[in-house]
């Protein structure tokens, strides 16, 4: 069954301080791996999508890396307006994309 | 390039009614596909339609229905509600349903109250 899991739940950062988030996945024959930015309310809003291991994407204080089992989502230096929900997703089988649950980011000024 | 527009944004029904919720996908793209987000189980694929064929369905009852319409808008229906239902229900395109792995992008979403 294709699964995303993402960690933490919930982060909490001074403004920055610098971490990173994880997603890790279970697909058969990975078709893309995307990551999309959700503010509360809103619908989410796409960041990038890696393709192969190896590959590396970045914008702005955002950086996203993959590996054959799981991405990272590195933010450096984060300000209090990255602060949102980021939410990962692969393609799965008979579905557009498999969503995990979300890392919930705080930067407190 | 106008993004996904969804309508209503919010909404309010009892029990037992049904509700309709429309999606005007991005000009150009033909795949138009609808995801429930609650808190506790994130966000949940529904349908995906593409030239007005469902061509795949996810786990929920057959109280939850929708349609695309020959212009690629999509609408979904919800009869007999339930509180269960309460939800952000989000709607998104993409240029093309060939091959899963095409970038999809999100409306801003409808939110459903069931009292």
């Known amino acids: 069954e294709d699964q995303v899991t993402q960690s933490p739940e919930a982060l909490r950062l001074q403004e920055g301080e610098s971490s990173s988030l994880n997603c890790s996945y279970t697909?058969?024959?990975?078709?893309?791996l995307f990551w999309y930015r959700q503010d509360p309310g809103k619908g989410p809003e796409f960041l990038f999508t890696?393709?192969?291991a190896g590959e590396e994407k970045e914008k702005e204080r955002l950086k996203a890396t993959l590996t054959k089992k799981e991405s990272f989502l590195h933010i450096t230096a984060p300000k209090p307006e990255d602060s949102a929900t980021y939410l990962c997703a692969v393609p799965g089988g008979n579905t557009p994309l498999v969503f995990g649950k979300g890392t919930r980011l705080s930067v407190i000024a | 390039k106008a993004g996904v527009t969804q309508t209503p944004r919010y909404l309010i029904k009892t029990r037992g009614q049904q509700v309709t919720l429309s999606c005007s996908p991005i000009?150009?793209?033909?795949?138009v596909s609808w995801y429930q987000q609650t808190p506790g189980q994130g966000l949940q694929f529904l349908f995906e339609?593409?030239?007005?064929?469902?061509?795949n369905k996810g786990n929920f009852p057959g109280r939850f229905s929708g349609r695309q319409f020959s212009n690629s808008r999509s609408e979904m229906n919800v009869s007999t509600l339930e509180l269960g239902d309460s939800a952000l229900y989000l709607c998104a395109s993409s240029t093309t349903q060939d091959v899963h792995g095409e970038t999809q992008y999100f409306g801003p979403g409808t939110r459903l109250l069931v009292l």
């Open positions: 000009s150009g793209h033909r795949s």
């Open positions: 697909v058969s024959g990975l078709r893309g």
């Open positions: 890696l393709y192969s």
């Open positions: 339609y593409f030239s007005e064929t469902q061509r």
